[in-house]
């Protein structure tokens, strides 16, 4: 199965003959490659372009301004990783790429972040505020996005089309951007720019730039291109979603190898729950007389799990 392109103006609309058709449509990716591909998304193009020439404004400064904001000054996984920071598999070399991460914008002095919950922490900023300003309207821009494909999920699923909003509306979500350098040398499978992997949370949404280099498996073990869309974002389930459908939504595993021998730019924004939303299985997915895959968690206990799996310095600093 090849990656379905769907257009999503119909969800949040007053046609729902047409909203319920949109979510069944992606109710079919969903449960089979687990990517799609959305369009008339509302997102100005402008907005796009600004976060594009901002991500690559920021990777070219020198290194110590980067490292000034590193993701290891932070437990909620904010700011910096240069290049080998992240290591998706922990069987390769480390990955090939650099990354910045935002979360929800909030002050030093939110009870929440004066208490230390986690992945309440403030974010780390480079000394440019149009950066700021620029990087603060897209995450607002991709939560109104996720939100409409969350009300999908919910009428596909068979539950009330608002079911996810009051578990979605303080998220644990993170704006990434991110940047390949040419892969090193020849390609021979021991490093990747993104080794192959599934991604954390309910559904990730992410823009690229033309140089291509993500590549998802098919069911049967193949590996097919994900070609940019200028007028689109390429979608995929996360685990938990995977885990709060008991199964019925597939996550699917993903990579990326920058083989264009040019710099490649993407932004991904990795939609999670709130912290305490509980993830237990949805009283429509569970057939009758089974019980569920999984124990109930939530969202902040689950993000934990996978990202002390996958960052050494969180593992070291216990």
């Known amino acids: 199965m090849d990656i379905p392109v769907i257009s999503i103006a119909a969800l949040g609309s007053a046609d729902s003959v047409a909203e319920r058709a949109t979510a069944g449509q992606i109710g079919v990716a969903c449960r089979s490659i687990g990517f799609f591909q959305i369009t008339d998304t509302g997102l100005s193009p402008a907005l796009l372009q600004a976060v594009f020439a901002a991500s690559a404004t920021f990777f070219a400064l020198p290194e110590a301004e980067k490292a000034a904001v590193s993701i290891t000054h932070s437990r909620h996984n904010r700011g910096y990783g240069g290049i080998g920071t992240e290591q998706l598999d922990p069987t390769l070399i480390a990955d090939a790429k650099e990354v910045f991460n935002i979360g929800r914008d909030l002050a030093a002095d939110d009870p929440d972040v004066v208490a230390g919950k986690p992945f309440h922490g403030v974010n780390q900023w480079p000394a440019d505020s149009a950066f700021r300003a620029t990087l603060l309207a897209y995450w607002q821009e991709m939560q109104r996005i996720a939100a409409r494909l969350h009300r999908a999920f919910a009428l596909d699923l068979g539950l009330e089309a608002s079911f996810f909003d009051t578990r979605i509306d303080k ?148």
Do not use: K
């Not at 021991?190 to 992410?206: C, E, I, K, R, W």
């Open 171 to 318: 998220p644990l979500s993170t704006l990434r951007l991110l940047h390949y350098p040419p892969h090193p040398g020849i390609f021979d499978g021991s490093q990747y720019g993104a080794a192959p992997h599934t991604d954390y949370g309910t559904v990730t949404l992410l823009a690229q730039d033309t140089a291509g280099g993500l590549e998802v498996e098919r069911r049967d073990g193949t590996w097919i291109d994900v070609p940019p869309r200028a007028d689109g974002f390429v979608c995929n389930i996360g685990d938990c979603l995977m885990r709060w459908s008991n199964d019925v939504y597939r996550s699917t595993p993903h990579r990326v190898v920058n083989r264009s021998g040019r710099e490649r730019y993407s932004i991904a924004y990795f939609a999670d729950p709130n912290a305490d939303a509980e993830i237990a299985c949805l009283p429509t997915c569970l057939p009758l007389g089974e019980a569920p895959r999984y124990a109930p968690t939530t969202g902040a206990a689950y993000l934990t799990e996978r990202l002390n799996a996958t960052y050494a310095f969180r593992r070291a600093s216990g």
